[in-house]
C-alpha cells in the first residue's frame, strides 16, 4: 500500500503561484508514475500533470503546459506542482495519485487540496 498526503493548497488572486506537495509513504519502491488531477464542483476529475519515477519525464495536460511544473527531488518521496499564473478556471480540489509498476491505473490517491483563485 501506498499512502499519499497532499499540501500546499489555498487562496490566490489571479496571476499569483501556489505549489503543492504530495508526500509518500508505504510501498513506495514500486511507484512508477506520479500524477496530479484536479476536480472542480460540478465537474469530472481530468489530468492535470505526472512525472515518471526513473527517468523523470514529465506530462502536461493543454490547460496548464507552460504554467505548471511537475517535479520530484531525487531520492525523496515528495513530487511538487508549482502552479503559476493561476487563472480562477484552476480552482479545483487537486488530488495525488500514484500508479505502480506494472499497473494500468493509478491505484493510490490522496485526500486531495483545495486550490481556490479568484479573480
Known amino acids: 500500500q501506498v499512502q499519499l498526503v497532499e499540501s500546499g493548497g489555498g487562496l490566490v488572486q489571479a496571476g499569483g503561484s501556489l505549489r503543492l506537495s504530495c508526500t509518500a509513504s508505504?510501498?513506495?519502491?514500486?511507484?512508477?508514475?506520479t500524477g496530479w488531477f484536479r476536480q472542480a464542483p460540478g465537474k469530472e476529475r481530468e489530468f492535470v500533470a505526472r512525472?515518471?519515477?526513473?527517468?523523470?519525464?514529465?506530462d502536461y495536460s493543454d490547460s496548464v503546459k507552460g504554467r505548471f511544473t511537475i517535479s520530484k527531488e531525487r531520492g525523496e518521496n515528495t513530487v511538487y506542482l508549482q502552479m503559476d499564473n493561476l487563472k480562477p478556471e484552476d480552482t479545483a480540489v487537486y488530488y495525488c495519485?500514484?500508479?505502480?509498476?506494472?499497473?494500468?491505473?493509478?491505484?493510490?490517491w490522496g485526500q486531495g487540496t483545495q486550490v481556490t483563485v479568484s479573480s
Open positions: 495519485a500514484a500508479r505502480d509498476f506494472g499497473a494500468t491505473d493509478y491505484g493510490y
Open positions: 508505504g510501498r513506495t519502491y514500486n511507484t512508477y508514475i
Open positions: 512525472i515518471t519515477r526513473n527517468s523523470g519525464s514529465t
